[in-house]
């Protein structure tokens, strides 16, 4: 089973934070879309003939795009790719961009899975966000997609903002809840280096980021999560038993995909690829703009990464298997002294982060990555 990313690169306007390529200009829609076609029908042999078990509509804002300007993408999908008839089909959501006929047409069209981009229920915070919606669009959209017969949602919120305190956070989470949705997305404010906002902030046009309400509100989610039956099985993500993000696991886990679209990526089990991200680069030129081989290091620096941010967490056994002896008794000496200063758990062949040691998971994780073994 393989994976498929497309990256729909449009948006209404450019959120202060976002540090993703995406263009607030719909003026060369058409010529995009087309030659977004043409490369899913270029790389058709890219995955090697493996079924594809999830398609996953990422951006930008890709409900930006009408229902008849999605349906010829996943007509192309179907008759150049075999879809598994179980797909998970996810497309991301702006609450400002959906309307029961809209989604009423997604689900004709045979997406099952929606990502939606709350982000807060609480206008000031939108406001500082220069998101395009307001908090009655947040309130709204999960009732109109459940009355459109979705029940496989996700909605995104952003925490550690300086327009909320601890009360106002734990009122989101209460709202999140109260809606009875499988899966829910929760990110740090952080500020990249592009965006609008950490030139606002530079400029002391807005107000500064506090790493020390980052860390109070991930504390709260983690604690409310737990507590409503929801499973923290990524760092930044979280579900009720058995209603993960397919496509999203696919990547902790090594599974192979095929991007599509300006910057997107694509993996094939050894090496890596990309797309140009730049929108005229990428309609007059589909081939990757950059290829790289991973190294047996880098194939395991990767898997480490990726799965330390999990609650599978780091298969010793996996690692001995596949990637050899040198590499997992490397891995489990490393953990050593991790493990004595409390830093990392381990059950049997399995390490792990708890939800206190996420917090510190980037240095833990560089802390097992291999030099030249």
Not at 268 to 295: I, M
Request: proline content about 4%; some cysteine.
């Amino acid at each position: 089973m393989s994976g498929i990313y497309i990256h729909i690169p449009f948006c209404l306007s450019k959120c202060a934070y976002c540090g993703f390529y995406s263009i607030a200009l719909l003026k060369r829609k058409e010529e995009l879309l087309n030659a977004l076609q043409q490369e899913i029908i270029q790389r058709k042999d890219y995955l090697h003939g493996e079924t594809i078990d999830t398609v996953y509509f990422g951006g930008g804002t890709p409900s930006i795009l009408s229902i008849d300007e999605l349906q010829p993408i996943l007509e192309t999908l179907h008759a150049t790719f075999e879809i598994n008839p179980q797909a998970e089909i996810t497309l991301e959501a702006n609450p400002d961009t959906l309307s029961l006929d809209y989604l009423e047409g997604l689900r004709k069209l045979g997406v099952n899975r929606l990502s939606i981009g709350i982000q807060s229920f609480f206008d000031n915070d939108l406001q500082y966000l220069s998101r395009k919606h307001n908090a009655a669009h947040a309130r709204e959209c999960v009732g109109l997609a459940k009355a459109a017969g979705f029940n496989n949602i996700s909605l995104d919120l952003i925490y550690g903002l300086p327009t909320s305190d601890a009360s106002q956070w734990n009122r989101n989470l209460d709202l999140f809840f109260e809606m009875d949705v499988p899966h829910l997305s929760a990110y740090a404010l952080t500020l990249e280096p592009n965006a609008i906002l950490t030139r606002q902030i530079a400029q002391g046009k807005a107000l500064p980021v506090n790493e020390e309400d980052a860390v109070r509100d991930y504390e709260i989610l983690c604690h409310r999560a737990a507590e409503n039956g929801f499973l923290h099985y990524e760092i930044s993500n979280f579900c009720q038993p058995g209603r993960h993000s397919r496509h999203n696991a696919s990547y902790w886990f090594g599974i192979p995909y095929a991007g599509f679209g300006p910057s997107a990526h694509s993996y094939d089990g050894a090496s890596r690829q990309w797309n140009a991200d730049a929108l005229e680069r990428y309609v007059e030129n589909r081939e990757p703009s950059e290829k790289e081989t991973l190294s047996a290091e880098q194939q395991y620096d990767e898997y480490v990464m990726l799965r330390l941010r999990t609650m599978w967490g780091i298969d010793l056994k996996y690692i001995k298997r596949e990637m050899g002896e040198r590499f997992s008794t490397y891995c489990e000496r490393q953990a050593q002294p991790l493990i004595a200063q409390g830093r990392l758990s381990q059950t049997r062949e399995f390490l792990y982060l708890t939800d206190e040691q996420m917090l510190f998971a980037d240095a833990i994780a560089t802390s097992l990555m291999a030099p030249s073994i």
